[in-house]
């Protein structure tokens, strides 16, 4: 069963921002309002993620490590309207097979913490006592340490260290609700207080896309039936490339979906120049049924089932606001 971990892991684990991808995940749907993400040397040394979720029980332990154990699908119309983030219960056992993995955890219902270490191909997870407040900490030491060539592939500490905070950006700008604190080689890189209020939300826009951005994007919101989208967009005049900002989440999820960037581009029009970028941090939301997210494993794409719909809408409303930006 390791080979078959190894094998997925291929597939989850491309890079230390995957690692931490997944990890993050998992305390989102655990419903963590704290997470705490500790990387050292670009994460190829350690990755640590501590939230403040509902914790995992002593008797679950083991079984979170194995594959294809999730405790988030408990039948098959679930897949049908996914909304917690993971799903396919193998990120941990296949994390777990090319790293030494330490899970620490502790349920409101117990009043002591268990640890559960894994470590590489043959793995033999033993269980015992810690400490630890409720809430979970996954630790991730020496990833692809058993399998040098994809050891190889890592670039620099810099570049891995980019990744992830890139990746953490993306996601604190869909949990507002969420504190961050990100910290790389014992350094404090980021820490982000929950925002609550829509004044909160835009000083963490300014944190996370700059004060240029923040000050030139106006607030958006936008409905049409059960299709809403808000956010924050640049009118074209005021697109720069020092506004490098383009952020689209489609049911809280971080997205890089083709058709919900077509149709941004097309309410920019030609109004932007051959140098000009669109800037913005968009919110779609609609009925979790209208939309497919197991399209690919990495989970960037989603498929609409009402496609056209979506599009024209998107298309419709950003062309809307921009009109109003102008006048
Ligand atoms: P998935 O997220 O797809 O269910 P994972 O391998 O990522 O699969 O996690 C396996 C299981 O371990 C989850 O279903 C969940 O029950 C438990 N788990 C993992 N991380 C956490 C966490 N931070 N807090 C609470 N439970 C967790
Ligand atoms: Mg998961």
Redesign the pocket.
């Known amino acids: 069963p390791q080979l078959a971990n190894q094998i997925a892991a291929g597939e989850v684990v491309e890079r230390p921002a995957s690692v931490v991808k997944?990890?993050v995940?998992?305390?989102l749907?655990?419903g963590a309002d704290q997470i705490d993400i500790d990387i050292d040397k670009g994460g190829s040394k350690l990755i640590r993620v501590r939230?403040n979720?509902?914790?995992?029980a002593e008797q679950?332990l083991v079984l979170?490590l194995s594959r294809h154990?999730?405790?988030?699908i408990t039948n098959l119309t679930d897949l049908e309207a996914i909304t917690s983030l993971?799903?396919?219960?193998?990120?941990?056992?296949s994390i777990s097979s090319v790293s030494r993995l330490t899970l620490t955890?502790r349920t409101a219902e117990q009043d002591a913490a268990w640890q559960a270490n894994a470590e590489g191909r043959d793995m033999q997870v033993t269980v015992k006592p810690a400490a630890h407040p409720v809430g979970?900490s996954?630790e991730v030491l020496d990833l692809f340490f058993n399998t040098p060539a994809r050891r190889k592939f890592l670039r620099t500490d810099k570049t891995e260290f980019g990744h992830i905070d890139e990746l953490i950006k993306r996601l604190a700008l869909s949990r507002y609700d969420v504190s961050w604190q990100l910290n790389h080689n014992g350094q404090t890189v980021r820490r982000l207080k929950a925002a609550t209020t829509d004044e909160q939300r835009h000083k963490r826009v300014a944190a996370l896309c700059g004060r240029a951005f923040a000050e030139q994007a106006a607030f958006i919101e936008n409905q049409y039936g059960e299709v809403k989208i808000w956010g924050w967009l640049v009118h074209p005049a005021a697109c720069s490339a020092s506004l490098q900002c383009q952020y689209s989440y489609v049911n809280g999820r971080m997205m890089r979906d083709k058709l919900l960037n077509h149709a941004i581009r097309q309410a920019y029009g030609d109004s932007l120049t051959a140098e000009q970028q669109p800037a913005f941090v968009l919110y779609l939301e609609l009925d979790p049924h209208q939309v497919d997210v197991n399209v690919h494993p990495a989970k960037h794409e989603v498929r609409f089932h009402q496609a056209r719909l979506v599009h024209d809408f998107v298309v419709s409303a950003l062309s809307d606001a921009l009109r109003q930006l102008q006048s």
């Open positions: 997944e990890l995940e998992n305390s749907d655990a939230d979720g509902s914790g995992i679950e979170a154990a999730t405790s988030k993971g799903f396919r219960g193998e990120a941990l056992a955890s979970t996954i």
